[in-house]
């Protein structure tokens, strides 16, 4: 049974804190990814992870940053948390190479900044 | 560019009836669509997509779309509505040239017993 895991389902942080995601699969998928999930907005795309070290911005990167220094592990890193990013957050991944390929998501991460 | 519009952003309907939920979308290319569902607490899963050929797509729970390229739409349905179908719905449209998808703002279906 394919995976993709999140360390957390419930966070709950303070203003200017720094904070960690972390996400891992377990399907060898090259591709990952990190969206915000907001009622009314649907899944934005925070970032995208094509490799290992290599990641390009999505549509919403400000106030993100990641991290993939493994295959099966991608994180998303709140530098200094900020009120507006208390949102829900799902990582997913995908096999490269064809645009059909279906992406494996993981349960989500609801956090709270205060 | 792409982009996804989910017509109500909450649907409800009895259970044993059809379910119908609308989605428009924008692309420069031949498009490749996907319908995800949410359950509650969970994560997305794909429900069904669409590629090339046949434009009656079939998917998982009974569910099934139907791409119209004049209507630039693909809209879900399910003959007969369960209360396990109780759920969040995302339509999504690859960006060109890459795995990348634009997600819909999301259909909450309610199922009234």
């Known amino acids: 049974d394919v995976k993709v895991t999140q360390s957390s389902r419930y966070l709950v942080k303070r203003t200017g804190e720094k904070v960690f995601l972390e996400c891992v699969q377990d399907m060898d998928h090259e591709n990952m990814f990190w969206y915000r999930q907001d009622p009314g907005l649907g899944l934005r795309l925070i970032y995208f992870?094509?490799?290992?070290?290599?990641?390009e911005k999505g549509d919403i990167p400000e106030g993100y940053s990641v991290s993939r220094e493994k295959k099966e592990r991608f994180s998303l890193i709140l530098e200094s948390a900020s009120t507006n990013q208390t949102s829900m957050y799902l990582c997913?991944?995908?096999?490269?190479?064809?645009?059909?390929?279906?992406?494996?998501f993981g349960p989500g991460t609801r956090l709270t900044v205060l | 560019a792409q982009s996804v519009t989910q017509l109500g952003s909450h649907v409800s309907v009895s259970e044993g009836a059809l379910v119908l939920l609308r989605c428009n979308y924008s692309s420069s290319v031949p498009p490749y669509l996907f319908w995800y569902v949410q359950y509650p607490n969970q994560g997305l899963q794909l429900l069904l997509k669409y590629t090339t050929g046949a434009t009656l797509v079939k998917g998982i729970n009974g569910f099934e779309a139907e791409f119209k390229k004049s209507e630039t739409s693909f809209h879900l349905t399910k003959p007969s509505a369960h209360m396990s179908d109780a759920a969040e719905y995302f339509c999504a449209v690859g960006r060109q040239g890459a795995q990348k998808l634009v997600f819909g703002q999301g259909t909450r279906l309610t199922i009234n017993p």
């Open positions: 992870s094509y490799d290992v070290k290599m990641k």
């Open positions: 997913a991944s995908i096999l490269a190479g064809s645009p059909y390929n279906e992406q494996f």
